[in-house]
């Protein structure tokens, strides 16, 4: 037996119920979430408050419980210029991938959180930790990608209870990233976010709002026993 295994009995405890005003709060912060590009304040989040968004992600499920996210917290504005530089390099590539009245939204868009944010936060996942067999993962060795998500979402959920807006920044090659903050070749780069108070968000996601694409209906996405046979989707 590892010797980190206790030999004491796991006595379960009663489940907690929520109350209805309970559940409406989380759905309420889930249905105000926001991917947040420009519209940060540039006063510090508060400390104690960082800490509990922090103390949130981190208690996110993870396969195996490896618990394989690291939090890179960037003030620094020499390090976060480079990344600005990186992402305008691959920001430049995208723009040229789209065409018409598309590429000239993608042009309008407002991508300038790394710099106009208080604090970036680059998340990643240690693909090494918990050894080389790890529960749940072996035969699916990307579910401590996907469990470092699952922190990135509790992370950002968190955030919005606080009033702390989030963007999500993609537009990179990992590897700019990897060498400007010198992340090891087997940290897996998952997440590069902005984080700081808003004062105002859009009332629906600002690429719906823009007509960049439409919201799926639920329905069109809920299917049962199986994937659907061929043919036309609703919604």
Not at 23 to 33: E, F, K, M, P, S
Not at 121 to 132: A, L, N
Not at 177 to 192: C, K, N, S
């Given at each position: 037996m590892p010797p980190d295994m206790s030999t004491e009995p796991v006595v379960p405890q009663p489940a907690r119920r929520f109350d209805e005003g309970e559940?409406?709060?989380?759905?309420?912060?889930?249905?105000?979430?926001r991917d947040v590009r420009n519209a940060f304040r540039p006063d510090p989040i508060d400390p104690a408050a960082l800490r509990r968004i922090l103390a949130a992600a981190h208690a996110a499920p993870s396969v195996g419980f490896m618990q394989p996210w690291d939090f890179l917290l960037i003030r620094d504005p020499d390090l976060r210029a480079g990344v600005h530089a990186a992402f305008l390099r691959a920001n430049a590539e995208a723009e040229e991938m789209f065409e018409g009245d598309r590429k000239a939204l993608y042009r309008s868009l407002k991508l300038e959180g790394i710099l106009t944010s208080p604090l970036?936060?680059?998340?990643?996942?240690?693909?090494?930790?918990?050894?080389?067999?790890v529960l749940g993962r072996t035969h699916n060795t990307d579910m401590d990608l996907y469990s470092t998500v699952c922190a990135v979402q509790n992370l950002w959920l968190a955030a919005r209870a606080e009033g702390v807006g989030i963007g999500w920044v993609s537009i990179?090659?990992?590897d700019d990233?990897?060498?400007?903050?010198?992340?090891?070749?087997?940290?897996?780069?998952?997440?590069?976010l902005c984080a700081g108070y808003v004062d105002e968000l859009y009332a629906k996601p600002e690429l719906e709002a823009r007509g960049w694409r439409k919201r799926l209906a639920l329905e069109s996405v809920i299917h049962h026993d199986g994937w659907p046979a061929p043919g036309p989707k609703p919604g």
């Open positions: 559940r409406q709060v989380l759905y309420d912060i889930i249905n105000a979430r970036n936060i680059c998340v990643t996942c240690d693909r090494t930790r918990g050894g080389k067999v990179f090659r990992p990233l990897r060498g400007l903050l010198g992340i090891p070749d087997h940290v897996e780069i998952v997440a590069y």
